[in-house]
Nanobody, 122 residues
């Protein structure tokens, strides 16, 4: 099995910064794309940022220039540096990864963390 564990959420004032981290562990042969999603109660889960194993990144328009996604392939971790935070960034943030667990198979499976709460408020 594979586990994804997020950390780094919390309460921050508007304009502040937080750094989210996610560590993948378990039966991991390789990880392709890693992502951060967020969800507000009553709304659909939103893709915030993604990063491929080669370092190609994607950001949703609303966080461009404020958030930076990075990963450490050797440690199977992904981070999200969030600067200039706004109240609209308040959400439960989830880590997601496509993981290959068996060297005999080329298939990747989708794994999720439990989420970490980010609250931006004065």
């Amino acid at each position: 099995q594979v586990q994804l564990v997020e950390s780094g959420g919390g309460l921050v004032q508007p304009g502040g910064s937080l750094r989210l981290s996610c560590a993948a562990s378990g039966s991991i042969f390789s990880i392709s794309t890693m992502r951060w999603f967020r969800q507000v109660p009553g709304k659909q889960r939103e893709l915030v940022a993604s990063i491929s194993s080669g370092g190609t990144t994607y950001y949703v328009h609303s966080v461009l220039g404020r958030f930076t996604i990075s990963r450490d392939n050797a440690r199977n971790t992904v981070s999200l540096q969030m600067n200039s935070l706004k109240p609209d960034d308040t959400a439960l943030y989830y880590c997601n990864a496509d993981v290959r667990t068996d060297y005999r198979s080329s298939l990747y499976s989708d794994y999720w963390g439990q989420g970490t709460q980010v609250t931006v408020s004065s």
